[in-house]
C-alpha cells in the first residue's frame, strides 16, 4: 500500500510537529501556558507559508492533532498530580484520529478528504468531548483526590489501545469495503468480509470504537461521563448497526443473512437486524 500526496503531507506534518514541539516545550526553560500557543501559532504560518492551498487543509489539521500530542506529553511531564492524566487523555485523541485518516488513506484513497481526520465527526460528538473536559476540571479542582489513582488510568490506557488496534485492525481486514460513511448503493467491486477479524464479530471497527471511548473516560476517572459514554455509545451503535445491517441484507441477501447466524455484532445486547424465518432469493 502506498501512501497518496495529502496522506504524506499530513504524516509528515504530524510527526514533525510531534518531534520538534515535544522537544521545543520538555527541554525548554520557559515555563509559561502562552509558551505552547506561542510555537502552535508560529507553526501555523510556517505552514500556510509553504504548503498550497491544496494541501493546506490536511497540513494544518495533521499539524494540530501533532500539537495536540506534544502538548499531552508536555502535560503528563510536567502537570501536577490531580491533572496530568489529562496529558494522556490528549495523546490517546491525538493517536486516534490521525490514524483514522492514515487507515482511510491506505485502504481507501480515492475516499480521502479532511473529514477523514473525524475530528469534527458531528456535533454530538463534539458536545461528549467537551462536556468530559468539563467535568474531568471541576472534580480535578475541587476533588483532587479523585484523580490520583494511576492504575485506573493506566487501565483505561490499556483499554484505549485495544479499542484501537481492534478498529484499525477491522479497517484493515475490510480494506476497500470500508468506509466510515453507512452505504446505501452496492459498489460493483463491494464484497461482504467475513474473514479474520470479522470471523469474531460482525461489527469490529465499532466494536473497538465503543470499548475505546469507554477507556478514554477510565483515563480520565469521570464517573459521570463514563456512564454517560457507555450509554450514550450503545444507543448510538445499537441505531448505526440496525441501519447498516438493513444495507447489508438488501447488498448480500442470504449470504448475510447466513452470516448473521453463526457470528454476533460483538457489542453487548446488540443483536442488528436479523431477519427470521425469511429466505433471500
Not at 500556510?48 to 491544496?54: A, D, G, L, M
Request: with cysteine.
Amino acid at each position: 500500500m502506498k501512501l497518496c500526496l495529502p496522506a504524506k503531507v499530513s504524516l509528515y506534518c504530524y510527526l514533525g510537529t510531534i518531534t520538534s514541539f515535544s522537544f521545543l516545550l520538555l527541554l525548554s526553560p520557559i515555563q509559561s501556558v502562552y509558551f505552547p500557543i506561542l510555537l502552535y501559532l508560529i507553526a501555523n504560518v510556517l505552514i500556510k507559508c509553504i504548503s498550497t492551498n491544496e494541501y493546506y487543509g490536511f497540513a494544518v489539521r495533521a499539524s494540530f492533532l501533532g500539537f495536540v500530542f506534544s502538548l499531552g506529553l508536555y502535560t503528563f511531564q510536567l502537570a501536577p498530580n490531580e491533572y496530568y492524566i489529562f496529558g494522556i487523555y490528549m495523546a490517546v485523541m491525538s493517536f486516534f484520529h490521525f490514524t483514522e485518516f492514515l487507515s482511510i488513506a491506505l485502504i481507501q484513497p480515492k475516499e480521502l478528504s479532511v473529514r477523514s481526520f473525524l475530528i469534527y465527526h458531528s456535533p454530538e460528538y463534539v458536545i461528549a468531548a467537551v462536556s468530559s473536559w468539563l467535568e474531568f476540571f471541576l472534580e480535578a479542582y475541587l476533588l483532587p483526590d479523585m484523580k490520583i489513582y494511576k492504575v485506573v488510568s493506566y487501565l483505561g490506557l490499556v483499554i484505549c489501545i485495544s479499542g484501537e488496534f481492534l478498529r484499525k485492525l477491522a479497517m484493515m481486514t475490510a480494506n476497500s469495503n470500508f468506509n466510515h460513511i453507512i452505504q446505501y448503493t452496492k459498489a460493483d467491486e463491494h464484497v461482504l468480509v467475513t474473514n479474520g477479524i470479522y470471523s469474531m464479530f460482525r461489527h469490529p471497527s465499532y466494536v473497538g470504537w465503543f470499548y475505546w471511548s469507554i477507556g478514554t473516560q477510565i483515563i480520565l476517572m469521570n464517573p459521570i461521563c463514563l456512564i454517560a459514554y457507555t450509554l450514550a455509545s450503545w444507543y448510538y451503535f445499537n441505531d448505526r448497526i440496525r441501519v447498516e445491517e438493513i444495507t447489508l441484507l438488501n447488498f448480500f441477501g442470504q449470504q448475510y443473512s447466513d452470516y448473521q447466524q453463526h457470528v454476533g455484532t460483538g457489542l453487548p445486547f446488540i443483536n442488528g437486524y436479523i431477519v427470521r424465518g425469511t429466505e433471500f432469493r
